[in-house]
């Protein structure tokens, strides 16, 4: 069983920068893949990023590729997304997950355990 808790977001102007952080529970964690996904209303839920149990690969949506960045810090049983130049279309709820073994880490549904989301809000 992994816990997982969202924080770091807010309210930022297009072109700032948020780091989110999800905190882990549970001895395990370092075995899990993470991932982030996001969800706009209206719309489905949305790979944004995810990384190894290791943190030696890194997996990003096409849209996110040079402007976040996960990381990950298993001595403190956390994961990271690092973003930077948001925009408007980048608000949305985000949310960690965690699984061992996601398969495609793209995919919302490969993965078993989830936080319950922070809100980031771009304002124009």
């Known amino acids: 069983q992994v816990h997982l808790v969202e924080s770091g977001g807010g309210l930022v102007q297009t072109g700032g920068s948020l780091r989110l952080s999800c905190a882990a529970s549970?001895?395990?964690?370092?075995?899990?893949?993470m991932g982030w996904f996001r969800q706009a209303p209206g719309n489905e839920r949305e790979f944004v990023a995810a990384?190894?149990?290791?943190?030696?690969?890194?997996y990003y949506a096409d849209s996110m590729k040079g402007r976040f960045i996960i990381s990950r810090d298993n001595a403190k049983n956390t994961v990271y997304l690092q973003m930077n130049n948001l925009k408007p279309e980048d608000t949305a709820v985000y949310y960690c997950?965690?699984?061992?073994?996601?398969?495609?880490?793209?995919?919302?549904?490969?993965?078993?355990?989830w936080g319950q989301g922070t809100q980031v809000t771009v304002s124009p």
């Open positions: 997950a965690a699984d061992k073994q996601p398969g495609p880490y793209y995919l919302a549904s490969n993965y078993r355990y």
């Open positions: 990384i190894t149990w290791s943190g030696s690969s890194t």
């Open positions: 549970g001895r395990t964690f370092p075995t899990y893949a």
